[in-house]
C-alpha cells in the first residue's frame, strides 16, 4: 500500500487555514497517523487512527477521513505550526509513511 | 519520564554490518511494541522494522528484509537494530520509536536518532 500526500509543500501565512492530503493506493479503513517534524528534531505525533488527537496537541490539528482518503488540518496556523508533516499508514504490514508536505511561511 | 536513547550509530564500509540500540526508561518497556524508521539526509521518514512486546512478531521493510534483524531484550529494556550488508543507500539518522499493542495508535515517543554513515 502506498501513501500520497499533497502538496508536496505550500506556503501560508499565520492564522491561514491548511488542508494536507494523504491519498492510500487501497483502503485502510482508519489505520492512518499524522505527525510533525521540524528540522533537526525527532517526529512528533498529531493525530492517529485517522482522526484521533494525540495528548497535548493543540485542538487547532484536526484529522479526518476514513478508507482512502484522508486530511490533516490546522485552522489557525501558528508560527511553531512551520514544518514537516507526515502521513503513515499504522496497518497491514509492511508500513509506510507519505512523502511529507513541507509547511512553510509566506 | 519516557525516554528513548539511540546509540552505536557510526561510519562503516560499505558491505560491513553495524549494530544499534536504543535504551528505554520511564515506562514498561514488555508491554509495548517498539519500531524502527529511518530518515536519509535531507529525506522523508522510511519505516524500518517492527517488533511485538514479547518479540513473537516481527515485521520488516522489503527492502531490509535478510539484511536487518530487530530484537529487544526485556530484562534490558532495549531494543536492537542489527544490520549487514549495509549499502550507502542505508546511510540515514535511525529513530526507535514506540509503539502500542493497538495497531492504530501511532508512534507516540521517539529518541533523538543515531547517524549510520555507509561511506568508504
Known amino acids: 500500500i502506498q501513501l500520497t500526500q499533497s502538496p508536496s509543500s505550500l506556503s501560508a501565512s499565520v492564522g491561514d487555514r491548511v488542508t494536507i492530503t494523504c491519498r492510500a493506493s487501497?483502503?485502510?479503513?482508519?489505520?492512518l497517523a499524522w505527525y510533525q517534524q521540524k528540522p533537526g528534531k525527532a517526529p512528533k505525533l498529531l493525530i492517529y487512527?485517522?482522526?484521533t488527537l494525540q495528548s497535548g496537541v493543540p485542538s487547532r490539528f484536526s484529522g479526518g477521513g476514513s478508507g482512502t482518503d484522508f486530511t490533516l488540518t490546522i485552522s489557525s496556523l501558528q508560527p511553531e505550526d512551520f514544518a514537516t508533516y507526515y502521513c503513515?499508514?499504522?496497518?497491514?504490514?509492511?508500513?509506510?509513511f507519505g512523502g511529507g508536505t513541507k509547511v512553510e511561511i509566506k | 519520564e519516557v525516554q528513548l536513547v539511540e546509540s552505536g550509530g557510526g561510519l562503516v564500509e560499505p558491505g560491513g554490518s553495524l549494530r544499534v540500540s536504543c535504551d528505554a526508561s520511564?515506562?514498561?518497556?514488555?508491554?509495548?511494541?517498539m519500531n524502527w524508521v529511518r530518515q536519509a539526509p535531507g529525506k522523508g521518514l522510511e519505516w524500518v522494522s517492527s517488533i511485538s512486546s514479547g518479540g513473537d512478531y516481527i515485521y520488516y521493510a522489503d527492502s531490509m528484509k535478510g539484511r536487518f534483524t530487530i530484537s529487544r531484550d526485556n530484562a534490558k529494556n532495549s531494543l536492537y537494530l542489527q544490520m549487514n550488508s549495509l549499502t550507502d543507500e542505508d546511510t540515514a539518522i535511525y529513530y526507535c520509536?514506540?509503539?502500542?499493542?493497538?495497531?492504530?495508535?501511532?508512534?507516540?515517543?521517539w529518541g533523538q536518532g543515531t547517524l549510520v554513515t555507509v561511506s568508504s
Open positions: 487501497q483502503g485502510i479503513n482508519s489505520y
Open positions: 503513515q499508514l499504522l496497518n497491514p504490514y509492511p508500513l509506510t
Open positions: 520509536a514506540r509503539g502500542s499493542a493497538a495497531a492504530n495508535k501511532g508512534y507516540d515517543y
Open positions: 520511564g515506562f514498561t518497556f514488555s508491554v509495548y511494541s
Open positions: 487512527a485517522a482522526s
